[in-house]
């Protein structure tokens, strides 16, 4: 794929979508461009955070590990990005996340990302908002659980 298309890609990405051509030009230059097929991890849950990834193609499972085994908890689709959470918090890595089907991505390593935050405040916010929304819907599923659980507690 040429540089050309790599930035009209990362033009789609939400956070993305208001920095110069010429950034996301450099962005794409700088960054790493990987595949996975599916069944393969882009990383696992407990590993360091040291880059963000967004999905050119493909589709990945987030999963969780917990006493019971795995638990899928988000799907990820073209255009999102994942592992920025680690960066952001600088903790290791919340989740796994494993392709489900031909993956490609563009790996934006810790240091340019944090890099193109401090230069456009706007993707600061825009990452604010994909996490509110992760926030709400990880809210509103973990409210539905707790209430399918009540009527087991009072028996």
């Given at each position: 794929m040429l540089l050309r298309d790599e930035v009209e890609m990362l033009r789609r990405v939400p956070i993305f979508s208001r920095i110069a051509p010429a950034k996301l030009k450099l962005l794409a230059f700088t960054s790493d461009r990987m595949t996975y097929h599916a069944g393969q991890n882009l990383f696992r849950q407990g590993d360091v955070g040291d880059a963000a990834y967004v999905v050119l193609s493909g589709t990945a499972d987030i999963i969780v590990s917990s006493p019971a085994g795995e638990i899928k908890v988000a799907?990820?689709?073209?255009?999102?990005?994942?592992?920025?959470?680690?960066?952001?918090?600088?903790?290791?890595?919340?989740?796994?996340?494993?392709?489900?089907?031909?993956?490609?991505?563009?790996?934006?390593?810790?240091?340019?990302?944090?890099?193109?935050?401090?230069?456009?405040?706007?993707?600061?916010?825009?990452?604010?908002?994909?996490?509110?929304?992760?926030?709400?819907?990880t809210t509103a599923e973990l409210t539905a659980a707790r209430a399918a659980k009540q009527p087991q507690m009072a028996q």
């Open positions: 799907d990820v689709e073209v255009n999102s990005i994942v592992g920025e959470i680690a960066i952001l918090c600088d903790v290791s890595r919340t989740a796994t996340v494993r392709a489900t089907s031909p993956l490609e991505v563009l790996r934006i390593s810790k240091e340019h990302f944090l890099k193109l935050l401090s230069d456009f405040p706007e993707m600061a916010v825009e990452i604010m908002r994909v996490l509110a929304d992760r926030l709400n819907h």
